[in-house]
C-alpha cells in the first residue's frame, strides 16, 4: 500500500510493464522468423524491430528499477554515507532530492535517471526520453523516476505531475538506491 500512489494505479502500471515484457521477447521471436523465412527480403523489416527493440527492452527494465524502489518501508538519505559524498561534490548544497526535482521539471515524456559513474567517481541525473533516449552508455542506474502521463494519471491530472512527484519521494525507499550505488561503486573498486 502506497501513500498519495493508488492501487489502481499501481495496477494499471504494471499491466503496462507487462506489454513491454511481451513486447521485447516479441521483437526477438519476429526477427528470427523473419530471417529464418526470407532474410534478405525481409532486411529492411528485421532492421526497423531491431531499432524498436531497445524502447521495448528499456521500457521493461526501466520499470523493474522503479518499482522495486517502493519495496520495504520508505526510508529516508542516509547521513554522511559515500553518496551523500558523490552528491555534495557534484550539486553542492543541493540535496538529490532537490536537483532529481530540477531535472523532473524537463518538458516531454520519459524519466529522471540517477547513475553512479564509478569510474569518474561521481554521478550523474539526466531525462531519458521515452525509455532509451539518452541513456548513459554503460554507467549503473541507481534511481528511476517514471514521468510518462501513465505513471499518475489514474490518480492525477497532468497540472499536478508535483503531486506525483511528492509522493513518489514519500514512498521511496533510499536504501535500495543507496545499496545500488554502493554496489556500483564497489564493483568499480575490484
Ligand atoms: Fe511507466
Known amino acids: 500500500m502506497l501513500e498519495g500512489i493508488s492501487e489502481k494505479q499501481i495496477a494499471v ?3 503496462l510493464y507487462e506489454g513491454y515484457v511481451k513486447h521485447a521477447n ?13 532474410a534478405d527480403g525481409n532486411a529492411y523489416i528485421i532492421a526497423e524491430l531491431r531499432r524498436r527493440f531497445g524502447f521495448e527492452f528499456d521500457g521493461m527494465r526501466m520499470h523493474e528499477y ?6 520495504g518501508d520508505p526510508a529516508p538519505r542516509t547521513a554522511g554515507d559515500a553518496l551523500e559524498k558523490a552528491v555534495l561534490q557534484k550539486y553542492g548544497d543541493q540535496s538529490l532530492e532537490a536537483h532529481i526535482r530540477e531535472v523532473a521539471g524537463t518538458r516531454g515524456i520519459g524519466w529522471v535517471v540517477v547513475y553512479a559513474d564509478p569510474s569518474a567517481g561521481t554521478l550523474h541525473t539526466t531525462f531519458v526520453a521515452d525509455h ?3 541513456q548513459l552508455a554503460g554507467l549503473p542506474i541507481i534511481l528511476a523516476l517514471d514521468l510518462w502521463e501513465h505513471a499518475y494519471m489514474v490518480d492525477y491530472v497532468p497540472a499536478d505531475k508535483k503531486i506525483y512527484i511528492d509522493a513518489f ?12 550505488f554502493d554496489e556500483a561503486t564497489k564493483i568499480s573498486a575490484v
Do not use: P, T
Open 66 to 71: 522503479y518499482f522495486s524502489q517502493f519495496e
Open 132 to 134: 532509451e533516449l539518452g
Open 26 to 38: 516479441l521483437i526477438i521471436e519476429k526477427i528470427a522468423a523473419l530471417k529464418a523465412s526470407d
Open 169 to 180: 519521494f514519500a514512498n521511496l525507499n533510499w536504501s535500495v538506491v543507496e545499496k545500488r
Open 13 to 15: 502500471h504494471l499491466a
